[in-house]
């Protein structure tokens, strides 16, 4: 295809810049796709190919703009023109009945009431400059708060450009899904991380990372509820106003109502208590309000809040229920979790009968024991969890629950390694592993085998016709039709998927083996740099290391694996069924590496970071050609020592290596990203 002409190329990116804004409206605003994935993915990748060919067409509104990637030293001060107020509250009818009194005390113009789902996230300000979206903050202390618009420019549903050229400041609560959050918690917990409290702690940890390329991925949305300096878009309601945000492309939350009398509002509330539990988003109250703006000023403010709104809180629901036993369960990767087999318990919504214990230090933390009753809730109202023990009805010959010695699928020594707060097998063989490895082989983002869901798998694993990932490319249509609910029709399906998944490229079945360390970004770029399996199995760890992004702790994974006498035997599985084992991706662009202050050094980090967690800190040092250990030792070129730091750090002090403070830390990743 013919390069366009720069003059061809400006006219192009603004029916495309258009385009794409109009169908991302339509898919994260109104939850209406208007295009398939596919071909919005056309648009863009068209626009990402005329931005590389002319840069001086970059705008900050372009959609190419929102991935993230800004490495922050920290996050400057906000002050807000007009101060980001908090609302009082209420916990009952009798509450509402009295501030609805006080109202009408203070004037005599008629109340209409407008009421709003209270959604439980962050509140965030936005300021957009002739309809350009210029500067996104957090609420902070109401009056000041903190710079986060490189973070809240990745959140999709924040348009940069709005279908008016408004100048003014909206207001509004970033929130993480309820199927986000359960999903960033697993994936978490899978790699033995610390996992969020509820989603509110999420969409906050989120929106305050220093690396937007996190947020990035966390998929926060968003919902705006109020304005400030915003005058020239002559709304006089609440309800024109929200009318008027979402008519110019800001997301606004149709839940809401409008009401006469606050018994009506309260019958509103009762509807919504029965709801909330089938809301994709967490709530954690209703926001009533004074909707028209000329009574709203009549009836004034206190120092720290609005006369005219309250907004009304659940009461959190806990429960007792007793714990009967503990099972522990083995993960893909050898993290061994324990779960607290408890007496079924009604709690917000549904029966619960397990709640997971995460790993072996919040269990001793916890001292959950067989035997106790325990308080529990579900953290965001989605997961069960244990607040605590009831010690008063605790028996006198209770003893603190033995931590697992063992693998409890196939009775391995278990390891609890250093840096980690999980237990783990690390057993090739464990058949647990093997079974939640045939699940990952065959998910979406590796093989894409469709038809063979977790069910399926588990029958295959269970009657033995599959021993391992390659045993699936022997399966034929009499091995299949053995399963429940397993037709002819299915059966055919699920091998013609197998067949087509033999052409996948590389990448797919890197991704697929499930190699400790290597996500799905990471298999694409070893095998891009390497190409065939063989190349990739012969590859050393400084081959590996040298790649831009690679550090020490993915080499050394990736060594280990392809030097396990089962991996060679799994392979040559794979190349007698027919599987391709060659990179079919676009080759690889070589681009000088940036020089850092970390290529090369070997670095320790010890005691508790702010910032960033212990493994997010690691993946940033490693991306830019640094090597973090766990030990200090004469060849460790300085350590990094935050909260509470132990023996590490005297070791470093007796050996004389430099010792650096988080702050100096984040100040070399700021300088090395520039």
């Known amino acids: 295809m013919k390069k366009r002409t720069l003059a061809e190329s400006e006219e192009r990116v603004v029916t495309l810049r258009e385009e794409l804004s109009k169908h991302s409206y339509a898919y994260y605003v109104l939850d209406k796709p208007s295009i398939t994935d596919q071909e919005y993915d056309q648009l863009y990748h068209e626009l990402v190919e005329i931005e590389t060919d002319y840069p001086e067409l970059i705008t900050s509104e372009s959609p190419t703009q929102r991935v993230g990637g800004t490495i922050l030293p920290g996050f400057e001060k906000v002050t807000h023109d007009v101060p980001m107020l908090s609302l009082g509250n209420a916990f009952n009818q009798t509450d509402l009945l009295n501030f609805d009194q006080r109202v009408k005390r203070l004037t005599d113009r008629p ?349 295959m694993f269970e009657k033995r016709l599959v021993k391992d990932v390659a045993g699936l490319y022997t399966l034929t249509m009499e091995d299949l039709l053995q399963l429940e609910k397993i037709k002819e029709k299915s059966a055919t399906n699920i091998l013609n998927a197998i067949d087509a998944s033999r052409d996948n490229s590389l990448e797919r079945l890197l991704f697929g083996l499930g190699i400790r360390h290597v996500g799905a970004k990471a298999a694409r770029m070893l095998a891009q740099e390497f190409e065939t399996i063989e190349r990739l199995m012969t590859a050393t760890k400084e081959e590996i290391v040298a790649i831009e992004g690679f550090g020490e702790i993915i080499a050394d994974s990736v060594v280990a694996y392809f030097s396990l006498p089962e991996v060679a035997d799994l392979l040559e599985e794979f190349r007698q069924s027919g599987v391709n084992l060659t990179y079919k991706g676009s080759k690889k662009i070589t681009i000088a590496p940036q020089e850092s202050i970390w290529q090369g050094k070997t670095v320790v980090l010890t005691g508790k970071l702010n910032h960033y967690t212990r493994q997010e800190a690691t993946e940033m040092i490693e991306n830019l050609g640094g090597n973090v250990t766990s030990s200090v030792s004469k060849s460790t070129d300085w350590i990094v020592a935050g909260l509470d730091a132990g023996s590490k750090l005297k070791k470093a002090e007796s050996l004389g290596i430099p010792i650096w403070t988080e702050a100096e830390m984040l100040e070399h990743l700021e300088r090395s990203e520039r």
């Open 111 to 459: 109340i209409q009431y407008i009421c709003e789902l209270k959604i439980d996230g962050l509140a965030v300000s936005l300021r957009y400059k002739n309809g350009i979206f210029q500067q996104g903050a957090t609420r902070g202390d109401g009056v000041v708060g903190e710079d986060i618009t490189q973070n809240l420019r990745t959140v999709k549903a924040i348009p940069l450009q709005l279908a008016e050229p408004y100048t003014f400041e909206v207001r509004g609560e970033c929130y993480m899904p309820k199927a986000s959050f359960a999903k960033l918690n697993e994936e978490r917990d899978e790699k033995g991380l610390e996992i969020f409290a509820n989603p509110r702690n999420a969409a906050a940890g989120s929106l305050r990372q220093l690396n937007s390329k996190v947020t990035a991925s966390r998929n926060l949305n968003v919902y705006l509820y109020s304005a400030a300096n915003f005058d020239e878009l002559e709304v006089d309601s609440q309800e024109e106003l929200l009318k008027k945000l979402a008519a110019i492309g800001l997301r606004t939350n149709p839940e809401r109502r409008l009401f006469d009398s606050i018994e009506e509002v309260w019958s509103f509330i009762e509807e919504m208590t029965a709801k909330r539990q089938q809301l994709p988003y967490e709530i954690d109250g209703i926001v009533i309000k004074v909707n028209d703006f000329a009574t709203q000023e009549e009836i004034g403010y206190t120092v720290k809040a609005p006369r005219w709104a309250i907004a009304y809180k659940f009461p959190a629901e806990i429960k007792e229920t007793v714990v009967r036993t503990i099972e522990w369960t083995v993960g893909r990767t050898g993290v061994v979790t324990p779960t607290a087999i408890m007496d079924p318990v009604f709690v917000a919504g549904s029966t619960v009968q397990r709640a997971s214990l995460h790993n072996i230090d919040l269990l001793q933390e916890k001292d959950v024991r067989i035997g106790d009753t325990v308080l529990i809730h579900k953290a965001g109202d989605i997961i069960p969890e244990i607040l605590g023990v009831v010690l008063e009805n605790r028996s006198s010959d209770s003893e603190p629950y033995p931590i697992p010695e063992t693998c409890p699928a196939c009775g391995s020594q278990l390891a609890h390694l250093e840096e980690e707060v999980a237990l783990r097998c690390l057993n090739p063989k464990c058949p647990a592993q093997i079974k939640e490895g045939l699940s990952h082989f065959v998910s979406r983002n590796a093989m894409n085998i469709s038809g063979l869901g977790e069910k399926v798998v588990s029958q």
